[in-house]
């Protein structure tokens, strides 16, 4: 196979990432490494440099529906049904050693997949190890309750927690290891079986992760990989009657596709969609702080990131001198290929949504916007996007509105201290699914994250990345909570049982 790996640009690269990247991939279904059903292939491309570096096979509707026949199988006989909770512990356990192990190839992979710098990558992976240890510690702990019944004779009454079944998971190209990792840790910790749809742009990181679920010794058909579009692959696995549930990360118009084709069997939908985030800095606030912070809650992963904060409301005594900050900041960043080490900013994930960013800025331009950040040369072939900042905005512009899902902020001074005109005013959006509040005013910032419809709020910080806390979202940011204890909901579904003890 001709991949572009032998590029000088790949020197770097490990012995294992760059053998694993150079490859024949398959797919894992039922255990077995395959080609697709139709024996075609697409290529991954190298953001940083446009070129091809993989060729996976194209799973599609014949796929989907042998890894879906392969996870029930897996659900209802063999290992995993009888295996105890402890034993999915300490699988998960080995799974996330394997990991770590295995986090400067995880790294490299993910760099030349998605395009973030190295570096960066690097703690993604330390990260993403530690959400598999947290979700382990859940296996035994996933219990029911006794039940008080108020019915005339004696009873014994109690609710039974249980693995919701097959489910269907598809993710996004933005963080490849980790969101795999999101959706599979909880749901394997539940006890379900798994179908995972990577993203088509970054699918390297999830085959290479199935191999280490075949080395930490889950049994066959218990996780299940097939790469493919998501107008297939992914419509296929959603619209799958033998899928249970289906959780889904990615943009809202996708998400309520999902919905739609959950309706046949009406399996269980989770949904982590987009976001409009708001920022906030009081003038009390300690601004040296939170300048690189709002600069970083919208430039870190190339504003790639569904949290990322693209609406910064900054009170208007301070607003000059954090806008100049953050402008100086996106400046500053050296923007180029995630394998240089001098990177601190990648490129887009496509050439598709280079062009989306740039039309974004040119629409808030014609409406009467103004973009401030330095013009930025960049190798052409990569899909680099320029940070910048916008002003003289205003809340009916498409920039104001929309998620943009690349490194441009819209910035908004307030004058006035009445936080329920601030919190109607950042409202108004369709999404709800962070807020960041700067101020050393603990009775402002308390009530203001009571007032903001948001499914997650930091204060003095940005976005925590804490597998205890529950992450999701309100309004069209998403149904269901993901980490924390609350995401076992999602995988476990409750039987009630009563039982006359007459
Ligand atoms: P983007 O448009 O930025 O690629 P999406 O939300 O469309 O973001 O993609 C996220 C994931 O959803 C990917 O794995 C993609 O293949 C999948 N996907 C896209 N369209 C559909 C669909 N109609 N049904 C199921 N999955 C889909």
Known sequence: MQTGLSSPRYATLGEQSAGFIASAHRMLIDGRWVEACSGKTFDVFDPGTGQVVARVPEGAAEDIDLAVKAARRAFETGPWPGMKPAERTRLL?????????????????????????????????????????????????????????????????????????VVGQIIPWNFPLSMAIWKLAPALTAGCTVVLKPAEQTPLNALRLGQLFEAAGFPPGVVNIVTGFGATAGAALAAHAGVDKVAFTGSTGTGKRIVEASLGNLKKVSLELGGKSPVFIFPDADIERATPAAANAIFFNSGQVCSAGSRLYVHRKVFDRVVEGVIAHGDKLVVGHGLDPSSQMGPV????????????????????????????????????????????????????????????VCAMPFDDEDLEHIASEANQTEFGLFAGIWTRDLSVAHKLARRIKAGSVSVNAHMVNEPALPFGGYKQSGWGRERGREVLDLYTSLKSVAVSLD
């Not at 190295?118 to 993403?128: H, M």
């Not at 296996?139 to 014994?156: C, D, F, I, Y």
């Not at 598709?352 to 973009?371: D, N, P, S, T």
């Open 93 to 165: 356990l080995r799974l996330a050693d394997l990991i770590e192990a295995h986090g400067d190839e995880f790294a490299e992979i993910e760099t030349v997949d998605n395009g973030k710098p190295l570096a960066i990558a690097r703690r993604g992976i330390a990260g993403t190890a530690e959400m598999v240890r947290y979700m382990a510690g859940w296996a035994t702990k996933l219990n029911g309750e006794t039940v008080s019944v108020s019915q005339p004779g004696e009873w014994h009454a109690y609710t039974l927690r249980e693995a919701v079944g």
């Open 349 to 408: 994930i496509s050439h598709a949504q280079k062009e989306r960013v740039e039309r974004y800025a040119e629409l808030g331009e014609q409406e009467g916007a103004r973009r401030l950040g330095a013009p930025r040369a960049f190798d052409p072939d990569g899909y680099f996007v320029a940070p910048s900042v916008f002003v003289d905005t205003s809340p009916g512009m498409a920039i104001r509105r929309e998620e943009i899902f690349g490194p441009i």
